[in-house]
């Protein structure tokens, strides 16, 4: 996986600007049961699968070129595989940062 960069980001930002609607009307309040860490974890997935939903072609040609292939490549991987790129890609610190950023601005 390369290092995201500035374009990368305004790419983030017009798939969350394409999904805002779904994602205003999502609930991401914390459950009375859930860690912090579990619920960041939810927020987190569920952002990805609205973001799959309304952005589709978007999300997977980011992802291919995040980790270097083309769509098709990306395409033709098992569910395990691209689930750990998946993965990969919500662990970077530099993913991390954008949205604790983002977030810290709003």
Not at 41 to 59: K, M, P, S, Y
Request: aromatic share 8%; hydrophobic share 40%.
């Amino acid at each position: 996986m390369r290092k995201l960069n500035t374009g990368d980001l305004i790419k983030v930002g017009r798939m969350l600007k394409k999904a805002m609607p779904a994602l205003q009307s999502a609930d991401f309040n914390k459950l009375d049961t859930e860690t912090p860490d579990q619920h960041k974890n939810r927020v987190g997935q569920a952002v990805l699968f609205t973001l799959i939903e309304h952005c589709f072609d978007d999300v997977w040609i980011f992802l291919a070129d995040v980790f270097g292939m083309s769509y098709q490549e990306l395409e033709a991987k098992s569910i395990d595989e691209t689930l750990d790129l998946i993965k990969q890609l919500g662990e970077s610190e530099d993913l991390r940062g954008f949205f604790g950023k983002v977030s810290a601005l709003m």
